[in-house]
């Protein structure tokens, strides 16, 4: 079993959620339990490595930018392995933080970079372009991921000291991915077109048909009445154009921000986390569109 790793914090925490400090730790989980947190893992990684692509991504332009290196920068091999090392990077932090030891994490680290070097090959021949090459490696990286997530499923889970700042921080991952998703919105703000508002009755309505929690009472009539309400929204908006849609489509986005807050207070149709996630998003869109409609007269 891996060394425990000490924090400033008094507040022992499994990696793989509550167990009883006086119980060791089940050697096999079962199938529907196993299959259940191999799935979970994999959309942890997930969710780590996009938002160190969206945290690394802006840093890289701007170095790119500072010392004249945008264009290598931009050339697809090497975008792949920049592309590459920033998953990487947003995959070893969360991996480190659930204590998973250097084997596994080194092991998912080549799944990153492995594809993208096997397709470097045929690249250089000129077999493949550079779009190909990007997708490609991508493909290939959803089984490596998988093969090492299920070699190292039976790991056991190794007790973590945090510092509490680190366990809130974590626990507030929906904000900080929404935060990270629109940073790039803040340096260039723009209004987006009134028919984006569609979508926002949309997930909630997808994502209660695919969990069925739309049978409880007023719950469809309500989730029905949102999507008449930003449809007529987006119509008029459509209709005004100019300054006047503007506004009315950061309105809409800033309305549904409090639509996302409502079901996190209930719990109603989707998971709080992703109402606390949408809920930060969709502020932030409507501020970027704010400031855009303040400062360029959209």
Same mark, same amino acid.
């Given at each position: 079993?891996?060394?425990?790793?000490?924090?400033?914090?008094?507040?022992?925490?499994?990696?793989?959620?509550?167990?009883?400090?006086?119980?060791?730790?089940?050697?096999?989980?079962? =199938?529907? $339990?196993?299959?259940?947190?191999?799935?979970?893992?994999?959309?942890?990684? &997930?969710?780590?490595?996009?938002?160190?692509?969206?945290?690394?991504?802006?840093?890289?332009?701007?170095?790119?930018?500072?010392?004249?290196?945008?264009?290598?920068?931009?050339?697809?091999?090497?975008?792949?392995?920049?592309?590459?090392?920033?998953?990487?990077?947003?995959?070893?932090?969360?991996?480190?933080?659930?204590?998973?030891?250097?084997?596994?994490?080194?092991?998912?680290?080549?799944?990153?970079?492995?594809?993208?070097?096997?397709?470097?090959?045929?690249?250089?021949?000129?077999?493949?372009?550079?779009?190909?090459?990007?997708?490609? $490696?991508?493909?290939?990286?959803?089984?490596?991921?998988?093969?090492? &997530?299920?070699?190292?499923?039976?790991?056991?889970?190794?007790?973590?000291?945090?510092?509490?700042?680190?366990?809130?921080?974590?626990?507030?991952? =929906?904000?900080?991915?929404?935060?990270?998703?629109?940073?790039?919105?803040?340096?260039?703000?723009?209004?987006?077109?009134?028919? @984006?508002?569609?979508?926002?009755?949309?997930?909630?309505?997808?994502?209660?048909?695919?969990?069925?929690?739309?049978?409880?009472?007023?719950?469809?009539?309500?989730?029905?009445?949102?999507?008449?309400?930003?449809?007529?929204?987006?119509?008029?908006?459509?209709?005004?154009? $100019?300054? @006047?849609? &503007?506004?009315?489509?950061?309105?809409?986005?800033?309305?549904?921000?409090?639509?996302?807050?409502?079901?996190?207070? @209930?719990?109603?149709?989707? =998971?709080?986390?992703?109402?606390?996630?949408? $809920?930060?998003?969709?502020?932030?869109?409507?501020?970027?569109?704010?400031?855009?409609?303040? @400062?360029?007269?959209?």
């Amino acid at each position: 079993m891996e060394e425990t790793r000490m924090y400033a914090d008094t507040t022992v925490v499994p990696a793989s959620g509550p167990l009883p400090t006086d119980q060791p730790a089940p050697s096999h989980a079962t =199938p529907t $339990g196993g299959t259940r947190r191999l799935l979970r893992h994999l959309g942890e990684m &997930a969710l780590a490595m996009l938002a160190g692509m969206l945290l690394l991504g802006p840093l890289w332009d701007a170095v790119g930018a500072a010392w004249g290196l945008a264009g290598s920068l931009g050339r697809p091999e090497v975008a792949a392995l920049v592309m590459a090392t920033n998953m990487t990077v947003g995959m070893t932090v969360w991996m480190r933080y659930g204590a998973h030891g250097w084997p596994a994490v080194g092991e998912m680290a080549a799944a990153m970079y492995v594809p993208f070097l096997l397709l470097l090959v045929p690249f250089r021949a000129g077999l493949l372009d550079g779009d190909a090459l990007l997708l490609g $490696g991508h493909l290939l990286m959803i089984p490596a991921m998988v093969l090492v &997530a299920v070699r190292h499923r039976h790991e056991t889970p190794v007790p973590v000291r945090r510092h509490p700042a680190v366990a809130a921080l974590a626990h507030r991952w =929906p904000t900080g991915l929404a935060l990270l998703m629109t940073v790039d919105m803040w340096v260039e703000p723009k209004v987006f077109s009134p028919w @984006t508002m569609l979508v926002l009755p949309g997930g909630y309505l997808l994502i209660g048909v695919v969990r069925r929690t739309l049978r409880g009472p007023g719950v469809l009539v309500t989730q029905l009445a949102g999507l008449v309400g930003w449809v007529a929204l987006t119509l008029v908006a459509v209709a005004a154009g $100019g300054r @006047t849609a &503007a506004w009315l489509v950061a309105f809409g986005w800033l309305a549904h921000a409090g639509w996302d807050l409502i079901h996190h207070r @209930t719990g109603r149709v989707v =998971p709080r986390g992703y109402t606390e996630w949408c $809920g930060v998003f969709d502020a932030a869109l409507a501020g970027t569109m704010i400031l855009a409609i303040l @400062t360029t007269g959209a």
